[in-house]
């Protein structure tokens, strides 16, 4: 009895807010296995393959365009996180996953404030607190949540989610400063709406909010708008639709457009657009009540839906029992009803109201549950009940069951954690899960082409692209990455077909165009090569990298080390830092002194003598013989009509090559068109006795003899 009272005292002393630590620690710990997990699906997209995010001398155009994967993500605040890590640490992965579990540890940690402000009311000590830290950990451990901390492309979502719970938070902590409280919740949205365009979700999100928090009724209405005015709540409104207005101003300034009309998925007819809404809606429920069974990365549905899917009437019926359900609960319970309710339509953005830009067949995505499911845990928090009474025996199986579920149910979530965790470690581990989890979709097997072709087993690669194909004949993606099976194969003809089966399905991408013509070049087809590269792929995407190495690779071919050097040191500067070699031999090879030297000759023959100069000069300075550049320079001298210049550049190099004919042909070039015909003869006769098998001297002096 005196240990439990001395217990009871000291949890008394301990500030409840402190306990919030407590799930977040132990989510942090459970996540940390993450941090050997590498860059996977759309993290390769734009932190590896894409220059902008890396390359500082692009930050403000990268942070006025629209996130790389859909021209309609506007998401400046996000990448700057991004660029800030790429900045301290390249492309190293776990810097990036650390972040990601830190950002789900803190929004673990508001959970459970959250829950502790709003259930303080909860028993009679400080135990009763632990139901926040239960909600916490309902949260940061549910599995369906996995997907958004370990797939680093969540960060949206996530800092999304931070923004947003913190406006919560300020909204119940300031409620006695109405001003602060206002300016603080408009300003935290107009982050997360910098972050995320989900955000907008909030402006349902924050009224219901309200319902849950201030105990308020909506009827009588004239009591409703008294409440609304006495509370502050109207300011809180203003201040929301005020970061609404910033945001959108910001938007439209920096993309010059609202939003585009994209085709996004499939929907159909107005029957099958609202049994796709139902399947998105059952679906999120299916992951948020049984989390265990059901991650996958691609959730498939034949697009779209079919009116005779039985699956889909009945998840449209199960929305109709939610929506019966969510009534009963906010009369039964509002507090839990009201927040309810406020998950529910948080999810409204990603239910295809609004067909998302998703392919292969997936129709929602378990990231996008990070915030709603905070709303959820908040509503959840009853449920923990009988935990506060640990100590006594429950009388009932229900009691029991009371008891045993929550912790079996976090020990379960532990469990599939540690178990899906892996799966995300590398794009390899991951598609091969998707293929098994998601067989009739396109997308694992077209991702599972390009790997296993890139890392040696292009018949592999061929295997899954034809699969890919056949599941999605009109992915652009899959006859990509069919085309790189044949490439690695060999098979150029034939890669060349599916790269341009690629470019009709999406002739905006410029990798597509740039692979074309990859199999153009191994075919010796450079003039086609160089007309792809550069009125095709650079003209859709200047900052395509690989269209600037392959190019350098054709104006090398071209005898073109100018244009090929400013290629490759763009390629340099673009590439990643571990995929820079190929370029940095090719630029070796472009400042060998014979490219140049032949570049001279090339641009004398077209008539460009300043251009030969130059080029000559080029040669000279990387270490060509002076007789060369002499000769090269005494040429485009004489085909300027300099006679002096021309003398001067051969009688230099004859101080350091007497014995060279090719210097003296030349002087006897200069002396014939100065008119001194007898020097003139004497020069060639010179070039003869040196080299008599060189048959230009000789012609040289015969048609001089004849004048």
Known sequence: MMHSLLASRWFGKIDRRWLAAVPALIVLFVYLPALQNGLVWDDVTFLSDMPLYRNPALLVETLRQPFVISPNYFRPLALLTFIEELRLGGLNP????????????????????LACYLWSAEGNDARSAWLAVGAGLIYGLHPALVEGVTFISSRFDLLLTAFLLLALVADITLRQHPVARALTVGLAFLLAALTKEMAVAFAVVLPLWHLATRGRRLWPLSQFW??????????????????????????????????????????????????LVARSLA????????????????????????????????????????????????????RSG?????????????INILPLDLTGGAFIAERFLLFPLTLFSLAAVPLLRPLAAWKSRPSSIGGVLGQ??????????????????????????????????????????????????????????????????????????????TGLALFYLGRYTEAQAAFEKATILQPGNA???????????EQGQWQEAEHVLLDESLRRDPNQPLAHLNLGAVYLQLDRPDLATQHLQEALRLLPPDQTAKAEDMLARAKEPARWLRLGDLLLDEGDADGALQAFE??????????????????????????????????????????????????????????????????????????????????????????
């Open 94 to 113: 776990t810097i990036f996953h650390l972040t990601n579990i830190l950002l789900h540890a803190l929004n673990t940690g508001l959970v459970a404030i």
């Open 226 to 275: 008294h409440s609304l005015r006495q509370s502050g709540d109207l300011i809180t409104y203003g201040a929301l639709l005020a970061g609404g207005g910033v945001y959108l101003y910001v938007r439209i300034v920096s993309l010059h457009y609202l939003l585009l009309p994209l085709a996004g998925i499939p929907t159909g007819g107005p029957l099958q657009h609202l049994l």
């Open 283 to 334: 679906e999120y429920g299916v992951l948020i009540v049984w989390p265990f069974t059901t991650l996958t990365p691609i959730h498939y549905s034949t697009l779209p839906i079919p009116t005779d899917d039985p699956a889909a009437w009945a998840s449209l019926v199960a929305v109709l029992a939610l929506v019966a359900g969510l009534v009963a609960l906010v009369r039964k319970a509002p």
């Open 338 to 350: 009201w927040l309810a309710v406020a998950g529910t339509l948080s999810l409204l953005p990603v």
């Open 404 to 481: 045993m579920l929550p912790p079996l149910w976090l020990a379960a979530s532990v469990l599939i954690i540690q178990t899906v965790l892996p799966f995300w470690r590398s794009d390899l581990t991951l598609w091969e899960w998707g293929g098994r989890r998601a067989p009739l979709s396109s997308v694992p097997f077209t991702n599972l082409a390009r790997l296993y072709s890139e890392q040696g087993d292009p018949e592999a690669g061929l295997e899954a692209a034809q699969r890919a194909t056949d599941l999605d004949p009109t992915s652009g993606m899959a006859w990509n990455n």
């Open 511 to 521: 990798l597509f165009w740039n692979n074309l013509a990859g199999t153009l070049m």
């Open 618 to 707: 080029r040669a000279e300075a990387l270490g060509a013989s002076p007789a060369d550049v002499a000769v090269g320079q005494s040429a485009a001298f004489i085909q300027m009509e300099a006679w002096a210049e021309a003398e001067a550049v051969l009688r230099g190099a004859l101080l350091q090559a007497p014995d060279d004919a090719r210097l003296y042909n030349n002087l006897g070039v200069v002396a014939r068109e100065q008119g001194n015909l007898e020097a003139a003869r004497e020069y060639f006769e010179r070039a003869i006795s040196l080299s008599p098998e060189w048959d230009l001297p000789r012609r040289n002096l015969e048609a001089l003899e004849s004048r």
